[in-house]
């Protein structure tokens, strides 16, 4: 992939609607998050933002979408100065920001969602809820998704409740500019080409197309134009053509990562069995056996619904165990619960951050102490405010944490602290295994890096890693064995030697190693 930086069109070239940065900087204690940010996107085009994570990128968003107030500029849409005090008045004049964290609830319909405070209704103010079905059916058939618009949100799988955040801002007929943050990240490859196909229809329409992605790949099929940042800073704008992939991830990071997973420390000895899987099945997966050795890492590879996530949910005990045995160094183990698995040594980190991963009204130090409230406690209860901080330190530290203050609302830190503060947590309770959902999901490519020698070195103090992956050179940069799973059952096993994407795919769609058939 190479890109060109690009000039700045003349006047007389800049036709459409234009949507301009100026100066804007935002400040909070102790953290610049956006510094001086001047520069301009335009109608008709696709301008992606790419930066490491904590580089400002969905701080600008919140601006522009009235969630946060600059401290010092403007933004213009049109040459007109705007001000939002809130997001409503963002989504009236036609801005609609799609988060990386969903915007839904769950316990309304999709057609409810999408049509949430302009229902139609009758001159009597009667909401027509049949005509709220047709109209978003219409929208759903557009998307080509298999889902009924008076479905509840919160029977859809992850992926289409993001699907149903970006229906709801498609459906607005004022759409001025459309922002998304890291869309894709619980999407599949359908589903993908199914976004992209309605950004090619906003931007027949001549919609000002933000997209924030760490995707090089997505980058490059679906985004005219590049905005990189750095540190809460603007650097340059550049597009499709003379600048490679590798110079665009200097840009961003400040230095040359090169190959990341031929440089990590691997771990050459991998020891006995640790954890072995018999059997297990659930309510949401059929019977699968598999065994974990000492310091290995094994990844788990698999379409969108595989039952990749499920099966790790029966081993610790967050779905009932229907079927199936569970070893641990030898000695048969029963999870009736999550806090059952990590007292046993086994913990997960799970895909969706938000909904099950932080705390998002405690801050970091809550966030990293909330599994240590046992050891952390003296024989009354009561928490050793001692203890507490040195556990979050130790975790800050190790993890190299980016946040002022181990008091800061977790919340407000980037995605990818987030995640670092989440490991951390777990870390502090000397687990044996670690699983992690989609860890790097939503995180850029630098913070990818550290995680992934993180990873590495879990590996390497003897823990079993069981790693989660949609993204195929990462399960297999990652991994000693990858073990592949079709519709609920494990169909095949490959080596790290042996691994390539088209095996692996081949397997998750056909079932068994059926590449030639």
């Known amino acids: 992939m190479e890109f060109s930086k690009s000039e700045p069109a003349k006047e007389d070239e800049q036709l459409g609607s234009t949507l301009e940065f100026k100066n804007i900087s935002k400040y909070f204690p102790g953290v610049?998050?956006?510094?001086?940010?001047?520069f301009q996107a335009h109608s008709g085009e696709v301008l992606a933002f790419l930066g490491e994570n904590g580089a400002g990128k969905s701080t600008l968003l919140k601006v522009l979408n009235g969630d946060y107030q600059p401290d010092k500029g403007q933004y213009l849409l049109?040459?007109?100065?705007?001000?939002f005090r809130t997001p409503h008045e963002a989504i009236e004049e036609g801005i609609s920001v799609i988060y990386q964290e969903r915007q839904i609830l769950m316990e309304l319909s999709v057609a409810e969602n999408i049509y949430l405070g302009r229902m139609p209704a009758n001159k009597m103010?009667?909401?027509?809820?049949r005509q709220a079905n047709k109209m978003a059916q219409k929208i759903i058939s557009d998307f080509g998704?298999?889902?009924?618009?008076?479905t509840?949100?919160?029977?859809?799988?992850?992926?289409?409740q993001q699907m149903v955040e970006i229906m709801k801002a498609y459906s607005r007929e004022n759409l001025k500019v459309i922002c998304f943050d890291e869309p894709t990240a619980s999407l599949s490859d359908s589903e993908i080409q199914c976004l992209f196909d309605i950004i090619r229809k906003l931007k027949r329409e001549d919609k000002i197309i933000?997209?924030?992605?760490?995707r090089m790949?997505?980058?490059?099929?679906?985004?005219?134009?590049?905005a990189v940042f750095k540190d809460g800073r603007y650097v340059t704008t550049v597009a499709n053509g003379e600048v490679s992939e590798k110079e665009l991830i200097k840009m961003m990071v400040g230095r040359d990562l090169g190959d990341v997973y031929k440089n990590l420390d691997r771990d050459k000895t991998i020891g006995d069995v640790l954890l072995e899987v018999k059997n297990v099945s659930s309510d949401y997966v059929k019977e699968n056996s598999f065994q974990l050795r000492r310091g290995e890492v094994l990844g788990f590879s698999g379409l969108v619904g595989a039952g990749r996530t499920e099966l790790m949910r029966a081993i610790i005990g967050a779905d009932h165990m229907r079927t199936g045995e569970v070893f641990l160094e030898g000695k048969k183990i029963l999870n009736r619960s999550p806090k059952d698995?990590?007292?046993?040594?086994i913990v997960l980190v799970p895909e969706d951050r938000k909904m099950q991963g932080i705390l998002a009204n405690l801050s970091v130090k809550g966030n990293i102490n909330i599994s240590m409230l046992d050891q952390n406690s003296n024989q009354f209860g009561i928490m050793d405010p001692g203890k507490e901080e040195k556990t979050a330190a130790q975790g800050i530290q190790e993890f190299r944490i980016k946040t002022p203050s181990p008091d800061k609302k977790i919340l407000e830190l980037s995605g990818g602290n987030q995640q670092k503060c989440i490991v951390a947590r777990w870390i502090a309770t000397n687990p044996k295994v670690l699983i992690l959902d989609e860890p790097t999901k939503g995180i850029d490519v630098g913070a990818k890096s550290e995680f992934y020698s993180m990873i590495c070195a879990f590996a390497k103090q003897g823990l079993g890693v069981i790693l989660i992956s949609s993204e195929l050179p990462e399960v297999i940069g990652l991994s000693d064995r990858i073990i592949i799973m079709k519709s609920l059952k494990i169909v095949g096993e490959v080596s790290h030697a042996e691994a390539t994407e088209d095996r692996i795919l081949s397997m998750s769609m056909i079932g068994g190693d059926n590449i030639h058939e």
């Open 210 to 214: 933000i997209y924030v992605s760490h």
């Open 152 to 160: 509840k949100v919160k029977d859809l799988s992850i992926a289409y």
């Open 125 to 129: 103010g009667v909401i027509n809820i």
């Open 78 to 83: 049109d040459g007109v100065e705007k001000h």
């Open 145 to 150: 998704l298999p889902i009924s618009p008076q």
């Open 32 to 38: 610049v998050a956006l510094d001086d940010i001047c």
């Open 341 to 345: 698995a990590m007292d046993n040594g």
């Open 217 to 226: 790949d997505e980058l490059r099929e679906i985004t005219d134009k590049t």
